[in-house]
């Protein structure tokens, strides 16, 4: 028997089995011992795979910017001591973005046929308004390979900037930081840091006075905020299906808004998946933002908190684009005919931006028989191209670039009415 054993794999066994005294023996846990895999690192291969192929020259520029620190806006609480805040950031030289728009109306309108020129500004109900020309898109689904085609079909009267919102920013290349915020004497704080691109979303839903309206995915609250400072919901619906996040969002909105606007009739808070809000509450809101959850771009490659390219969270960043479709399709379900539905995420991907709108688009048209309008939002591009870095090849919607000298974004948005 003993002929038959291979000497070298003897010695090998032996060694495996060497005595170890018991008090230094362990059970290998696969769990606590196999080397983890870093998110961050996992999110940046990926990235480099796939966005290396659709930014193509941009990408190392947009990769440098993702990875270098952040710039912030200053969103202005109106509800706090408002004239001293701008007086404050005024002497700092920063400016509010949404106001300076106003000096690029020119441009915009040189694009437009003289008769259709209109530049307004006029107050109603408390809402400063700043009216533009814009044109509509027709999405067609109806072709034969079910895929949208683009169509401009005719120049809308005008489009309006809530200019009550005041973002102040530093200028293109400062990278001056804003202090934290301080109360003001009656306990409000006096302005919320955000990522200034985030904004975009808000102004593009172009609330108007006494619009009933949905923040379908709101938490932690930042746009809500944005959107409570145009003082034009009548009514805001704010929902999110994470408790944990929603009361972050509670804070933020007692740590901002007088008590008697938060009042139920005013505003309304739900803890529901927002997949059920559509078949819920059908055809009720003049205005829905859905503001889905994302791969988080600029979070993924910074941070390993939360990190949705973890091993464990596979699956979860697989479905993301299915849940986004599902979202928007609930969010156009919510919306009344002839109202609008502005969809945005915090990624650069195609899959979750401009796909998932096409093919939300073909669900509407097929499942429920409703047809949706897409609205160029291209002269967002002339009213804030000093500001941010726009994307010049975004197929649908618009998409705001990270960049060294404008270090806002990742953020896309893409507006959509539904039609009587
Ligand atoms: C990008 S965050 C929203 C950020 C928020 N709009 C803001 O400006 O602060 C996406 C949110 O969607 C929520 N969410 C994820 N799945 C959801 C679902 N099925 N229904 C409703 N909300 C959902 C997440 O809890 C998360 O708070």
Redesign the pocket.
């Known amino acids: 028997m003993a002929a038959f054993v291979d000497s070298k794999y003897v010695i090998l066994k032996l060694k495996d089995f060497r005595l170890t005294f018991r008090r230094f023996r362990y059970k290998k846990k696969w769990a606590t011992t196999s080397q983890k895999v870093n998110a961050v690192l996992l999110a940046l291969q990926n990235f480099d795979m796939n966005y290396g192929m659709q930014f193509g020259q941009l990408w190392p520029s947009v990769r440098v910017s993702l990875l270098s620190e952040q710039k912030y806006g200053a969103l202005v609480n109106n509800y706090a001591d408002t004239e001293n805040i701008i007086k404050s950031f005024e002497a700092l030289s920063a400016k509010d973005f949404v106001y300076e728009s106003r000096s690029e109306v020119p441009s915009i309108s040189s694009d437009i046929p003289r008769d259709l020129q209109e530049t307004r500004v006029h107050s109603a109900l408390g809402s400063q308004q700043h009216e533009y020309l814009c044109q509509d898109i027709l999405l067609d689904t109806s072709g034969p390979t079910g895929t949208l085609e683009a169509s401009v079909k005719e120049r809308l009267p005008h489009f309006s900037i809530n200019t009550n919102i005041k973002c102040f920013t530093f200028p293109r290349g400062d990278i001056t930081r804003f202090h934290p915020a301080r109360p003001d004497s009656s306990g409000l704080l006096r302005y919320y840091l955000?990522d200034a691109s985030?904004i975009l979303p808000v102004l593009a839903l172009n609330v108007q006075p006494g619009h009933v309206v949905l923040?379908?995915?709101?938490?932690?609250?930042?746009?809500?905020l944005a959107l409570l400072q145009t003082e034009c919901c009548r009514h805001l619906s704010i929902?999110?299906?994470?408790e944990s996040?929603l009361s972050r969002?509670r804070g933020v909105l007692h740590s901002y808004i007088p008590r008697e606007l938060l009042k139920e009739d005013r505003v309304c808070i739900t803890n529901?998946?927002?997949?059920m809000?559509g078949e819920v509450n059908r055809d009720n809101f003049d205005r829905v933002?859905v503001?889905?959850?994302?791969t988080?771009d600029r979070h993924s490659v910074t941070e390993e908190d939360n990190n949705i390219f973890k091993r464990t969270r596979i699956k979860e960043r697989q479905m993301l684009p299915l849940?986004q479709t599902?979202?928007l399709v609930s969010a156009v379900l919510a919306v009344r005919p002839g109202g609008e539905v502005v969809y945005s995420?915090?990624s650069l991907s195609q899959l979750q931006n401009e796909c998932v709108v096409e093919h939300a688009a073909e669900i509407l048209a097929t499942d429920y028989g409703i047809e949706i309008q897409l609205e160029d939002l291209s002269f967002f591009r002339s009213l804030f191209q000093k500001i941010f870095q726009f994307y010049n090849d975004c197929r649908l919607g618009e998409l705001i670039l990270p960049h060294l000298t404008a270090n806002f974004g990742p953020t896309y948005f893409c507006k959509l009415s539904r039609r009587k």
Do not use: E, F
Request: hydrophobic content about 35%; overall charge negative.
């Open positions: 955000m985030s923040d379908l995915c709101a938490a932690p609250g930042g746009k809500t929902n999110d299906i994470s996040r969002l529901i998946d927002g997949r809000w933002l503001d889905v959850p994302c988080t849940l599902q979202l995420t915090c």
